[in-house]
Structures are given as C-alpha cells and as structure tokens.
Nanobody, 122 residues
Framework: QVQLVESGGGLVQAGGSLRLACAAS????????MGWYRQAPGKQRELVAQ???????NYANSVKGRFTVSRDNASYTVFLQMTNLKPEDTAVYYC????????????????WGQGTQVTVSS
C-alpha cells in the first residue's frame, strides 16, 4: 500500500523558515511528479510547488523566490524549503504524488498525504 507521510510543519514567526518533507513508501515502481499543495480555512486548495522526475519545477507566484522544492529519488522523498514565511502562508500543506506502483504499474495513481499544519505568526 502506497502511503505519503508529511513532516516538518509547525509554528514559526513571520520571516522564519521551515523545511517540510514527504516520504512515499510502499510497493513503488517510480514517481512521476511530486508536489505540495496547501489549503487555508475557507480557501481552495492550491498548488504550491512541484517537481517532476526530470527535476523540472514550478511554483505558485506567491512563493517564488521564497520556497524551494526538491526530491530525493533514492528515498522517494520530496522536500519543501520555505523561507521568509509570511502569515498568508498559514495553511495545511499536503503532499501529492503521481506514483507507479505494484498495484498500478501501467498508469500512475495520484496520492495525497494527510497534511501538516504550517502556522506563521505575525
């Protein structure tokens, strides 16, 4: 069973930094795209950053220059280094990945983590 587990969330002051990690586990064959979404109360879930298997990245305009997404294919882990955090970054951050697994080897299946809370105080 494929599972995504996030870690690294917490409470920081504005201007501070946090590093999120999401580790995928299970009968994984390969991972195409891994990324991070976030959802604040009353808001739509939005893409924050993602990285493909070819290490190309894209970011939401609101986090460009502040966040960096990367991945470690050996450990099936995606990271989100967040710097210069702002109160508007407060949200639950969810890991997302398109994964080829033993259960779905021919077509990638999309998985979500449980989410980790990031709170930025002003």
């Amino acid at each position: 069973q494929v599972q995504l587990v996030e870690s690294g969330g917490g409470l920081v002051q504005a201007g501070g930094s946090l590093r999120l990690a999401c580790a995928a586990s299970g009968s994984i064959i390969g991972i195409h795209t891994m990324g991070w979404y976030r959802q604040a109360p009353g808001k739509q879930r939005e893409l924050v950053a993602q990285v493909t298997s070819g290490d190309s990245t894209n970011y939401a305009n609101s986090v460009k220059g502040r966040f960096t997404v990367s991945r470690d294919n050996a450990s099936y882990t995606v990271f989100l280094q967040m710097t210069n955090l702002k109160p508007e970054d407060t949200a639950v951050y969810y890991c997302n990945a398109d994964i080829y697994s033993r259960q779905s080897p021919l077509r990638a299946s999309n998985y979500w983590g449980q989410g980790t809370q990031v709170t930025v105080s002003s």
